[in-house]
């Protein structure tokens, strides 16, 4: 099976942010739907409340670092539906137009090793298959 567009599209958006300098891409909840089924394939599932703690922990960094660049100090302490408890969205670092000039599945982590893996896997069932339609049949015991 191939990779399909979707799930190279989340690993180049996922460099592309690493590159623009973001700490986390928030992905949104994963269900049994088909649509879904690439996030835990390219991402780290954390529950709430370690999200939200990383979360603020990059709002203190995004905070020190804006305080070291002479920005006003925000309000660390807010309650996190406050607009200032989260760290600044960032959108001016994404890049725009042609980000990769090409990119095919041999550009993404371990995409040799997965087609090394599959075909290993097709050759092993061939096998068995094989093996399955040369088996002799068995006999019924003879009734003496």
Do not use: N
Not at 5 to 33: H, N, Q, T, V
Not at 60 to 85: K, M, T
Request: hydrophobic content about 40%; proline content about 7%; charged content about 30%.
């Amino acid at each position: 099976r191939t990779l399909q567009p979707g799930f190279i599209l989340a690993f180049a958006e996922a460099e592309c942010l690493r590159r623009a300098g973001f700490s986390y891409w928030d992905l949104g909840g994963a269900d049994k739907s088909p649509m879904m089924q690439y996030k835990p394939q390219v991402a780290v599932e954390m529950g709430r409340c370690d999200f939200l703690r990383r979360l603020r922990e990059c709002a203190h960094s995004a905070e020190v670092a804006g305080a070291a660049a002479g920005r006003p100090l925000g309000q660390r302490d807010a309650a996190l539906s406050h607009p200032s408890a989260a760290p600044p969205a960032g959108g001016e670092r994404v890049p725009t137009g042609t980000i990769f000039d090409d990119l095919s599945e041999d550009d993404l982590w371990g995409a040799a090793e997965l087609r090394v893996h599959e075909e290993f896997e097709r050759k092993a069932w061939q096998v068995s298959a094989s093996g399955a339609k040369k088996a002799p049949k068995a006999q019924a015991p003879r009734k003496e």
